[in-house]
């Protein structure tokens, strides 16, 4: 497995003449890349190739991304609807508090208070962040984003999540907004 295991975004176009690359679908990360870090770039993760970064902005509108080997717009070219990966360390992601999905599904989830929630049902995987589906009595889903300001606990080997609500985050009913358009 790539050393490189986070996906940034995908390198949409040039900014600039000095080799300035934008990034689109850009997820977010703890930490900005540092000059001298190195990210690959390729159509996959196992076909890639290593670059040392230069600059790098995120900007609420815009993430920018300057390579050292990389500098006219005209390189760039070859490089567009390529992926941009990083190691976990460069970008502050912390691998023990990543999940496997098989890990959280059938975990219970209780609230702040000690309530159980429900069960954790399924996993989507977003580009932000993922979100568990916590199933309640009654077949009620409550999408819990797995981020800092929700996910309080997790602990595996007694099976529980302890989480905090966000305000109308248990009014949201996946189930009920389903229904046959046909």
Same mark, same amino acid.
Request: hydrophobic residues 40%; contains cysteine.
């Given at each position: ?41 390729g ?5 890639t190739?290593v ?9 609420? +509108?815009?993430?920018? &991304? ?9 390189? /760039?070219?070859? %490089?567009?609807?390529? #992926?941009?990966y990083?190691?976990?360390?460069d970008?502050?992601?912390?691998q ?8 959280v ?18 996993v ?16 009620r889903?409550?999408?819990?984003p797995?981020? +800092?300001?929700?996910? &309080?606990?997790v ?7 302890? /989480?905090?609500? %966000?305000p109308g985050? #248990? ?5 009920e ?6």
């Open positions: 497995m790539s050393t490189f295991d986070e996906y940034l975004g995908v390198v949409t176009r040039s900014h600039g003449l000095d080799g300035t690359m934008v990034l689109t679908d850009v997820v977010a990360m703890p930490r900005p890349l540092l000059r001298g870090s190195e990210v690959a770039i159509y996959s993760r196992d076909f190739t670059y040392q970064v230069e600059e790098f902005s995120s900007m609420p +509108n815009r993430t920018t &991304l300057r390579l050292r080997s990389v500098t006219t717009a005209e390189a /760039v070219t070859p %490089l567009i609807d390529q #992926a941009v990083a190691r976990s360390a970008v502050g992601i912390d023990s508090q990543r999940y496997r999905i098989g890990d599904e059938g975990c219970s989830v209780f609230d702040e208070q000690g309530s159980l929630l429900g069960t954790i049902s399924d989507w995987l977003m580009p932000a962040n993922d979100v568990w589906v916590v199933t309640a009595d009654g077949g889903t409550i999408p819990l797995v981020i +800092n300001d929700v996910v &309080l606990n602990d595996l080997p007694n099976r529980r999540i302890t /989480v905090r609500l %966000l985050l #248990a009014d949201v009913d996946s189930a907004g389903e229904r046959d358009d046909s």
